[in-house]
């Protein structure tokens, strides 16, 4: 396989992964105010992702290096190009980052209370603007014969970048919900479970019009096929946390992102960021790469480390594997 | 000097890195120097089962996180700001700059938000041993990703391991190992790790020193002042021997820069140090009124004779190799920059070595002034830090990387002015914020106090019971 083939994988793996890992404490970031219905209650839903949210949002700070080094024309182009969608997701994670932090070293309801806005806001944005990105990836931009983007903030905002923001917005509260429904008890977990059937069955409205409008307008073979699955992975989801299953749930919903993304990317291929204007100016896996020395280098450096990170964040996830009971947090 | 109003997007995207990169490297020496200040604090407690060491411990754990978190969220703008103010730029050294940054987020910084994230959340998880361990990798993790960002920004100094290819207008990388380890690199990260070890001993002694003016909880706090006084005496040595050999390499690699340190005009052998000066901020008319004789030179060269090339002629040098141009940083504040780097640090040792003098063997400073002096003294290492950065990227200006790529070419092209200034002003305003807040915690929790020997233990013992609560140590 061509390196630069690869590192298209590699960054899609990315990208993936921090969707699915970030997808879900974004999803429990954006219900807090909506399960939460006391200091407890939300204490112990900030608990189920406390240990591990920020390890999750290293994926996307992996991704960005990665693809800074393997194709820093793709980096370029994208970062610049789509630079006030960047800047909104920035404030979202620093907000909620702090927050996550903070929340717990007051003592008013005040305190707690603007903390848990900041936790909504700051999950929300990211999770509808990393919808628009990528939306806007694969429908692609004008660009110009230096790879930068001529439009201006607007021409990022059109209806299929918006359907694919409210996509990703509704799946990872989905994702969320059932993972919710997982990791809590009693009351808590019930309402989780009831809430994911609900948002499952209206996040399946504009997943599968954005998705269909995907396939029709760039698809191929391979991206019905991804298609077809994450939406039957969808619909699985919605019938197991009925059942009450809520890890095979919210397995499921994991698995409708990853082969949801992957459908995105494989559309996107070979391009990394197609040119609506002159096709001579899109950004391609071999125009956009990095030397083969440096992707060399850097497919090493992924060979060894990415297997021991995914070890030890795996093993993160087994030592809090325990649900969180809301009767055991604290009343103060 | 121009107006606020005349500001392009290049001055606006130099001042948003210049914010932004500031702020963040407020965070990152604390970062750097408390995790493992507090990693040995755990260690003591662990080897001689004192719970003063506990109490310790959990006491700079928790001013250790306010300091993380922000240090955390900061610091993923750093990274995408590069794309969307600087993509010229990141065209053009991708292939050679991306790669340390990727090192970086997969050896560095994974290690330390997933073990950070088991280290608070861990204490009655994890078996002791482990559990230590933990806050052990979080602390090696901030200083490998130091040296990986280092090694980015030494390309940037003194640019190795490349070629230039002009087909395809850009550097690209030919030798890996000659990147990471970049004479620039080698000298920058031991000063960057003492500077971090000034920084957060400072912290020590200002915080230790509150809690001596009342008294209270002497038994955990005066460990923790003389570890603080260690660090900040190893720190302050550790910055004078680094800075003499970061000195000679900036003089072998950026000759440029040694020269607008001291704004010294004319090449000249047995070159002085003036420590102050009257007169024209850029030096060029200036009285000195403290000189220290041939220091310069032996700054630079080793031998107080030794010859330091003077503006003019470096000027005069690179307009023959780069072409016509203005290759002069700008001096007032390269000039003032590195002296107030030298001297806040200087006083941050100072104070060390009083308050250690007059704390030796338990005593106890009795004038009233003593401990507010001490505590206001930990703001030198901040600003140390602060000038010294400013000094070092200002003073390779008008080149982003040294002799291959300026500044001016290096911003995003298509990036209009409103769209930067919604950011900067953003940032600045989201900063300011929380910087209040941080303080107002930090300062909260420092005056707190420990929490008492039952309040440490109970949260600090493994246990296997499913049904009992996770520790709260956020």
Same mark, same amino acid.
């Given at each position: 396989?061509?390196?630069?083939?690869?590192?298209?994988?590699?960054?899609?793996? =990315?990208?993936?992964?921090?969707?699915?890992?970030?997808?879900?404490?974004?999803?429990?970031?954006?219900?807090?105010?909506?399960?939460?219905?006391?200091?407890?209650?939300?204490?112990?839903?900030?608990?189920?992702?406390?240990?591990?949210?920020?390890?999750?949002?290293?994926?996307?700070?992996?991704?960005?290096?990665?693809?800074?080094?393997?194709?820093?024309?793709?980096?370029?182009?994208?970062?610049?190009?789509? +630079?006030?969608?960047?800047?909104?997701?920035?404030?979202?994670?620093?907000?909620?980052?702090?927050?996550?932090? +903070?929340?717990?070293?007051?003592?008013?309801?005040?305190?707690?209370?603007?903390?848990?806005?900041?936790?909504?806001?700051?999950?929300?944005?990211?999770?509808?603007?990393?919808?628009?990105?990528?939306?806007?990836?694969?429908?692609?931009?004008?660009?110009?014969?230096?790879?930068?983007?001529?439009?201006?903030?607007?021409?990022?905002?059109?209806?299929?970048?918006? *359907?694919?923001?409210?996509?990703?917005?509704?799946?990872?509260?989905?994702?969320?919900? +059932?993972?919710?429904? =997982?990791?809590?008890?009693?009351? =808590?977990?019930?309402?989780?479970?009831?809430?994911?059937?609900?948002?499952?069955?209206?996040?399946?409205?504009?997943?599968?019009?954005?998705?269909?409008?995907?396939?029709?307008?760039?698809?191929?073979?391979?991206?019905?096929?991804?298609?077809?699955?994450?939406?039957?992975?969808?619909?699985?989801? *919605?019938?197991?946390?009925?059942?009450?299953?809520?890890?095979?749930?919210?397995?499921?919903?994991?698995?409708?992102?990853?082969?949801?993304?992957?459908?995105?990317?494989?559309?996107?291929?070979?391009?990394? =960021?197609?040119?609506?204007?002159?096709?001579?100016?899109?950004?391609?896996?071999?125009?956009?790469?990095?030397?083969?020395?440096?992707?060399?280098?850097?497919?090493?450096?992924?060979?060894?480390?990415?297997?021991?990170?995914?070890?030890?964040?795996?093993?993160?996830?087994?030592?809090?594997?325990?649900?969180?009971?809301?009767?055991?947090?604290?009343?103060? | 000097?121009?107006?606020?109003?005349?500001?392009?997007?290049?001055?606006?995207?130099? $001042?948003?890195?210049?914010?932004?990169?500031?702020?963040?490297?407020?965070?990152?020496?604390?970062?750097?120097?408390?995790?493992?200040?507090?990693?040995?604090?755990?260690?003591?407690?662990?080897?001689? @089962?004192?719970? @003063?060491?506990?109490?310790?411990?959990?006491?700079?754990?928790?001013?250790?996180?306010?300091?993380?978190?922000?240090?955390?969220?900061?610091?993923?703008?750093? /990274?995408?700001?590069?794309?969307?103010?600087?993509?010229?730029?990141?065209?053009?050294?991708?292939?050679?700059?991306?790669?340390?940054?990727?090192?970086?987020?997969?050896?560095?910084?994974?290690?330390?938000?997933?073990?950070?994230?088991?280290?608070?959340?861990?204490?009655?998880?994890?078996?002791?041993?482990?559990?230590?361990?933990?806050?052990?990798?979080?602390?090696?993790?901030?200083?490998?990703?130091?040296?990986?960002? $280092?090694?980015?920004?030494?390309?940037?100094?003194?640019?190795?391991?490349?070629?230039?290819?002009?087909? @395809?207008?850009?550097?690209?990388?030919?030798?890996?190992?000659?990147?990471?380890?970049?004479?620039?690199?080698? @000298?920058?990260?031991?000063?960057?790790?003492?500077?971090?070890?000034?920084?957060?001993?400072?912290?020590?002694?200002?915080?230790?020193?509150?809690?001596?003016?009342?008294?209270?909880?002497?038994?955990?706090?005066?460990?923790?002042?003389?570890?603080?006084?260690?660090?900040?005496?190893?720190?302050?040595?550790?910055?004078?021997?680094?800075?003499?050999?970061?000195?000679?390499?900036?003089?072998?690699?950026?000759?440029?820069?040694?020269?607008?340190?001291?704004?010294?005009?004319?090449?000249?052998?047995?070159?002085?140090?003036?420590?102050?000066?009257?007169?024209?901020?850029?030096?060029?008319?200036?009285?000195?009124?403290? /000189?220290?004789?041939?220091?310069?030179?032996?700054?630079?060269?080793?031998?107080?004779?030794?010859?330091?090339?003077?503006?003019?002629?470096?000027?005069?040098?690179?307009?023959?190799?780069?072409?016509?141009?203005?290759?002069?940083?700008?001096?007032?504040?390269?000039?003032?920059?590195?002296?107030?780097?030298?001297?806040?640090?200087?006083?941050?040792?100072?104070?060390?070595?009083?308050?250690?003098?007059?704390?030796?063997?338990?005593?106890?400073?009795?004038?009233?002034?003593?401990?507010?002096?001490?505590?206001?003294?930990?703001?030198?290492?901040?600003?140390?830090?602060?000038?010294?950065?400013?000094?070092?990227?200002?003073?390779?200006?008008?080149?982003?990387?040294?002799?291959?790529?300026?500044?001016?070419?290096?911003?995003?092209?298509?990036?209009?002015?409103?769209?930067?200034?919604?950011?900067?002003?953003?940032?600045?305003?989201?900063?300011?914020?929380?910087?209040?807040?941080?303080?107002?915690?930090?300062?909260?929790?420092?005056?707190?106090?420990?929490?008492?020997?039952?309040?440490?233990?109970?949260?600090?013992?493994?246990?296997?019971?499913?049904?009992?609560?996770?520790?709260?140590?956020?």
């Amino acid at each position: 396989m061509e390196l630069t083939t690869l590192w298209f994988i590699a960054i899609a793996v =990315l990208f993936t992964g921090y969707f699915i890992l970030e997808g879900f404490d974004f999803g429990v970031g954006i219900l807090l105010p909506v399960l939460g219905r006391d200091n407890r209650e939300r204490r112990a839903m900030i608990n189920t992702v406390g240990p591990v949210w920020d390890g999750n949002e290293v994926w996307i700070i992996t991704a960005g290096g990665a693809m800074f080094a393997a194709f820093p024309h793709w980096y370029a182009s994208l970062f610049s190009g789509f +630079y006030l969608l960047l800047f909104a997701i920035l404030v979202g994670l620093i907000i909620r980052g702090v927050a996550f932090e +903070y929340r717990g070293k007051g003592d008013t309801d005040r305190w707690r209370r603007g903390w848990d806005r900041c936790l909504f806001i700051g999950s929300a944005i990211p999770a509808f603007t990393w919808g628009v990105v990528v939306a806007n990836l694969v429908r692609g931009v004008p660009l110009d014969a230096n790879f930068d983007y001529t439009g201006s903030i607007w021409g990022l905002l059109g209806p299929y970048a918006l *359907l694919g923001g409210l996509t990703t917005l509704l799946l990872f509260t989905t994702h969320g919900a +059932y993972f919710l429904h =997982l990791r809590t008890t009693g009351d =808590l977990s019930g309402r989780a479970r009831a809430l994911g059937l609900r948002l499952g069955a209206v996040t399946a409205v504009p997943a599968l019009a954005f998705l269909i409008w995907t396939q029709v307008a760039f698809g191929d073979g391979v991206t019905l096929a991804l298609i077809v699955i994450a939406v039957l992975a969808l619909v699985a989801g *919605l019938a197991l946390d009925y059942t009450g299953r809520g890890g095979w749930a919210f397995a499921a919903t994991a698995l409708t992102i990853a082969l949801a993304s992957a459908a995105l990317f494989a559309a996107l291929w070979p391009n990394v =960021l197609p040119s609506t204007g002159d096709a001579a100016n899109s950004l391609t896996h071999a125009n956009a790469a990095a030397t083969d020395k440096t992707l060399g280098i850097m497919t090493w450096a992924a060979a060894v480390f990415l297997p021991i990170v995914l070890l030890y964040q795996g093993w993160t996830y087994w030592v809090f594997r325990q649900r969180v009971i809301v009767e055991r947090i604290p009343v103060a | 000097m121009r107006d606020w109003g005349d500001m392009d997007v290049l001055d606006l995207a130099r $001042l948003q890195f210049g914010v932004t990169t500031v702020y963040h490297f407020l965070f990152v020496p604390v970062t750097i120097g408390l995790s493992l200040l507090v990693a040995i604090l755990q260690t003591l407690w662990r080897a001689t @089962a004192k719970t @003063a060491y506990l109490r310790a411990t959990k006491f700079w754990g928790k001013l250790f996180l306010i300091n993380v978190a922000m240090g955390i969220v900061t610091g993923i703008v750093q /990274e995408f700001q590069f794309g969307m103010n600087w993509s010229a730029y990141s065209r053009f050294v991708g292939d050679v700059f991306g790669a340390p940054l990727a090192f970086e987020a997969l050896v560095a910084f994974f290690l330390e938000s997933t073990f950070i994230g088991l280290w608070i959340f861990g204490w009655d998880r994890l078996k002791p041993g482990l559990h230590l361990m933990c806050i052990w990798l979080v602390a090696f993790g901030s200083m490998a990703s130091a040296y990986f960002i $280092l090694a980015a920004n030494a390309f940037m100094q003194n640019p190795v391991g490349y070629q230039v290819n002009e087909t @395809a207008g850009r550097a690209e990388l030919t030798d890996f190992g000659a990147v990471l380890s970049n004479p620039v690199a080698l @000298a920058a990260f031991p000063h960057t790790v003492f500077a971090a070890w000034l920084t957060a001993g400072t912290i020590v002694i200002a915080v230790s020193g509150y809690h001596f003016m009342h008294e209270r909880d002497l038994d955990v706090h005066r460990p923790a002042m003389r570890l603080g006084i260690l660090t900040t005496l190893v720190g302050g040595l550790g910055l004078v021997l680094s800075g003499d050999a970061l000195g000679k390499v900036m003089t072998a690699t950026q000759p440029m820069k040694m020269a607008a340190a001291e704004a010294l005009y004319q090449t000249t052998y047995n070159a002085p140090f003036s420590v102050l000066t009257i007169g024209s901020l850029d030096g060029r008319t200036g009285t000195p009124v403290i /000189e220290i004789p041939g220091l310069l030179s032996y700054l630079a060269t080793g031998s107080f004779n030794g010859e330091v090339q003077g503006i003019n002629d470096l000027n005069s040098q690179y307009n023959a190799l780069y072409g016509p141009g203005d290759y002069v940083p700008y001096i007032p504040l390269t000039y003032w920059s590195f002296r107030l780097m030298i001297g806040f640090g200087m006083l941050a040792v100072a104070m060390a070595v009083i308050v250690w003098w007059s704390t030796r063997r338990g005593r106890m400073p009795r004038h009233r002034l003593f401990w507010p002096v001490a505590m206001w003294m930990a703001a030198t290492p901040f600003l140390a830090n602060t000038a010294g950065w400013l000094f070092t990227e200002m003073g390779r200006q008008p080149w982003v990387v040294f002799s291959l790529f300026q500044t001016s070419a290096a911003v995003s092209p298509r990036v209009g002015t409103p769209t930067v200034v919604i950011s900067l002003v953003g940032f600045t305003l989201v900063y300011l914020v929380l910087a209040v807040i941080a303080l107002k915690l930090f300062f909260k929790f420092a005056k707190a106090g420990p929490p008492d020997a039952e309040g440490a233990m109970s949260t600090s013992s493994p246990s296997d019971d499913p049904e009992k609560p996770m520790a709260f140590a956020y």
